[in-house]
């Protein structure tokens, strides 16, 4: 009898056992939040997804993602974000592997997402967590590539008024001996405008001394177009929607003479209307470069200004070219164009008539103004013509979801409602003998 009882026990205890069994492992290797997700989380998407921070641009999305209770209520748009590939944000489908700022989930990350989610999305324990990322608005007091080495301010906050609609606007500063007491060549540098919301863009130029000396105080020159504002200024870059801060690789950097002066060339775009006011004062941190400088940094873009786009036209190109004239090592591809914009590539004709895609954007987004860094700066020889094209798209059905009018010519022109067809390109011109070199270990 004791004996049997023993064994019923013993039989029992071991069934609980088998039946826990299956369970208890499943749970160890159960998705979750802090264990799978938050790593992914914090590499692919924090950078985006937080409490906005100070940056010019839509890179600070509206719902941030920093814990689990914040990411829960989004699990199912999350899934299909990624799914979909739509999320992380990536338009350039050629070449692959080639630019810094490229972002992507590998196919391992996406199942882990949409698998956790499918399980119901469990927060797991808080001690798989990997620790908390820290972004900029924690440290270097929001600078996102660090403390720049000196800060250029617009002397006065600008007031954009409740009946402005659309504004083209460009201030020029000069560069205080204080901050700049020498020629100085830059090695990067980040543009901030205030967390409002409503900046098209902004562009900065550098003016030559003798042209800053001109100025009085801060001169302002309303309405201009978009790039490039007067002769004898280099265009330092410009951030739009979805554009991030720049450094140049080593050996890289622009010359800042002193005693010149710096624009703000800024497009606002918003709906007019009591209360829809606010104010701007952009301010430019530069970050100096200290070693030797040995490629001189350009920006400027090709363009063409001499389009109509018909009413109603499905399928738009413009083109514009350039034949380099020197040899070039070219750091950076910026397409720029507006609502109506649906595709941009950029192409090498190499003098010996074989052509390479550099850049490939089927699915333009004029919200996501991505530049394209190279990883290492790409050799074009002299004699390669770059060609850049752009595909628009003026149909009722995309003006319905983009907002503008498709009854109409379209022209090149500054208000977000007009069209551009300007493809920046950020590049060094080298001489025959660093050529040969570089040819070299291509
Ligand atoms: C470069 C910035 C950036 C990164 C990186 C980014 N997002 Fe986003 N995300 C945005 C912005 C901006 C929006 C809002 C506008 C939009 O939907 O395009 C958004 C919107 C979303 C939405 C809401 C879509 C909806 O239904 O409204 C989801 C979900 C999302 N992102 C998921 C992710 C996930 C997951 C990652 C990482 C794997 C990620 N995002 C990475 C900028 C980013």
Not at 357 to 366: A, E, G, I, K, N
């Given at each position: 009898m004791k004996f049997q009882t023993t064994t019923v026990i013993v039989l029992a205890l071991g069934l609980l056992s088998v039946i826990a069994q299956p369970s208890y492992a499943e749970n160890e290797n159960a998705l979750t939040y802090y264990k799978d997700v938050l790593p992914i989380m914090q590499e692919?998407?924090?950078?985006?997804?937080?409490?906005?921070?100070?940056?010019?641009?839509?890179?600070?999305?509206?719902?941030?993602?920093?814990n689990y209770q914040e990411t829960r209520p989004w699990a199912r748009a999350i899934a299909r974000k990624v799914e979909s590939r739509e999320m992380p944000p990536w338009f350039?489908?050629?070449?692959?592997?080639?630019?810094?700022?490229e972002r992507g989930l590998t196919d391992t990350e996406v199942d882990t997402i949409v698998q956790w989610v499918a399980a119901g999305a469990p927060a797991g324990s808080k001690t798989d967590a990997p620790p908390a990322k820290l972004f900029a608005e924690e440290v270097n007091d929001g600078w996102t590539l660090g403390k720049p080495d000196f800060v250029v301010k617009l002397s006065e906050p600008y007031v954009v008024k409740d009946e402005i609609n659309d504004l083209n606007i460009i201030f020029y500063e000069k560069i205080a001996e204080e901050l700049m007491p020498e020629d100085t060549w830059v090695k990067g540098w980040e543009f901030r405008i205030g967390d409002?919301?409503?900046?098209?863009h902004m562009c900065s130029s550098v003016l030559s001394p003798s042209a800053a000396a001109e100025?009085?105080?801060t001169t302002v020159v309303e309405d201009q177009g978009e790039g490039a504002d007067t002769p004898n200024t280099s265009l330092l870059s410009c951030v739009a929607e979805g554009g991030e801060a720049q450094m140049l690789p080593e050996g890289f950097g622009v010359l800042l003479e002193k005693g010149a002066a710096v624009s703000f060339n800024l497009h606002f775009n918003k709906e007019p209307g009591a209360g829809s006011n606010f104010t701007s004062q952009p301010e430019i941190g530069f970050f100096v470069e200290k070693k030797p400088v040995k490629y001189k940094v350009r920006n400027d873009s090709l363009y063409n200004r001499g389009f109509e786009i018909p009413p109603h036209h499905a399928n738009y190109r413009i083109g514009s070219s350039r034949v380099l004239e020197k040899d070039t090592l070219v750091l950076n591809y910026w397409p720029h164009a507006h609502l109506r914009a649906v595709a941009a590539r950029y192409t090498a004709i190499y003098p010996d008539g074989n052509e390479e895609?550099?850049?490939?954007?089927?699915?333009?987004?004029?919200a996501w103004q991505v530049t394209y860094k190279y990883k290492e700066p790409k050799l074009l020889p002299k004699g390669t013509r770059i060609d850049v094209d752009f595909w628009y798209d003026n149909t009722a059905e995309r003006a319905a979801r983009r907002g503008f009018n498709p009854d109409r010519f379209v022209g090149y022109g500054a208000r977000t409602e007009d069209e551009m067809s300007l493809g920046f390109i950020g590049y060094a011109e080298i001489s025959d003998a660093e050529a040969m070199e570089t040819t070299d270990d291509n």
């Open positions: 692919n998407c924090q950078s985006c997804h937080r409490p906005s921070g100070q940056n010019i641009s839509g890179l600070v999305a509206p719902m941030a993602f920093m350039a489908s050629a070449p692959v592997g080639v630019f810094s700022n409002n919301g409503w900046t098209h100025l009085d105080t895609l550099l850049l490939d954007v089927p699915r333009y987004d004029q």
